[in-house]
């Protein structure tokens, strides 16, 4: 099918209604993007925010009437002042098939690959992670991401107990069991995350050694290993909790951190922790070390 977007200059404060009046319009599909690469820090849970410059996609069919959209928007009292826009006509493709096109598999280490499903593996004798672009946060690509997995590729998991602490997809806790780790725990404040995690890992085979848990159902135990992406602010809240789920001896993980975040994350587990130097991957950091 063939397909015709609309782009609108928005800001913070317009961009949600703009949205509406692109589905009032008929609009079946609106997105969001960054217009000037300014980064968003930490929202709140359930929280929703843009960018101070955004831009607003609304995509039609190609037949739609988009002289009736226009008038439409120019109309509206967001747009009173400023109506800035522009029209394009998509090329009409399989999307899907070029949506797939994008993921391709990613080497973490030595022995370690994350591979869509749809995709032979590049090296059968490799530590190959099967995993598919879905809901849950987690495929590999985000620095945050790889800066865990190569962190994890890099331990000895021979028989440990790994927590992944905001599992998401399941990602890290699968490739730790890949890894050698004999059981992993999945912690995660969303039932989603935790559902996407067991799905997952049935169909990398090792749904058997990994438990999910949200964290008011989780049991009591001491881990070898606890990696934990999620954000700064949280990993500083729950900095005990965390720490609390590791051994005297065991080895954390840190991520989702950006590079002016460290300091402060850090300083929230020196004190419980022999901390190791700082990885970064652009404006990302992970933070590692061993529990005193």
Not at 137 to 161: M, P
Request: one cysteine or more; charged letters at 25%; glycine letters at 8%.
């Amino acid at each position: 099918m063939a397909w015709i977007q609309i782009r609108i200059r928005a800001t913070e404060s317009t961009a949600d209604a703009i949205s509406d009046h692109l589905m009032d319009v008929g609009c079946p599909s609106v997105t969001f993007m960054d217009t000037k690469d300014t980064p968003i820090f930490e929202p709140q849970p359930g929280e929703v925010r843009y960018w101070a410059e955004t831009t607003v996609i609304g995509l039609f069919e190609a037949t739609h009437d988009m002289q009736a959209v226009v008038d439409y928007l120019k109309v509206q009292p967001e747009l009173q002042e400023q109506f800035h826009y522009k029209i394009e006509q998509l090329e009409d493709k399989d999307w899907e098939r070029e949506w797939m096109k994008n993921f391709q598999p990613i080497q973490f280490g030595e022995r370690l690959w994350i591979c869509p499903s749809w995709l032979d593996v590049p090296d059968p004798s490799a530590v190959n992670v099967m995993l598919d672009p879905g809901l849950a946060f987690g495929t590999g690509t985000h620095a945050t991401t790889a800066l865990c997995l190569r962190w994890l590729e890099s331990l000895d998991l021979s028989g440990k107990t790994v927590v992944d602490f905001g599992c998401g997809s399941g990602i890290l806790g699968i490739a730790a069991i890949k890894l050698g780790a004999a059981r992993v725990i999945g912690i995660d404040i969303d039932q989603q995350a935790l559902d996407a995690s067991i799905d997952n890992a049935e169909r990398n085979g090792v749904a058997d050694q990994l438990e999910v848990y949200l964290p008011e159902n989780q049991p009591s135990f001491e881990a070898d290993v606890v990696v934990a992406n999620i954000l700064a602010q949280p990993l500083r809240e729950l900095n005990e909790v965390i720490l609390g789920l590791l051994k005297s001896g065991g080895e954390l993980a840190l991520s989702g951190v950006l590079e002016e975040q460290a300091e402060s994350v850090a300083a929230c587990y020196e004190h419980q922790a022999t901390l190791d130097p700082i990885a970064q991957e652009g404006e990302w950091v992970r933070i590692s070390g061993i529990k005193k």
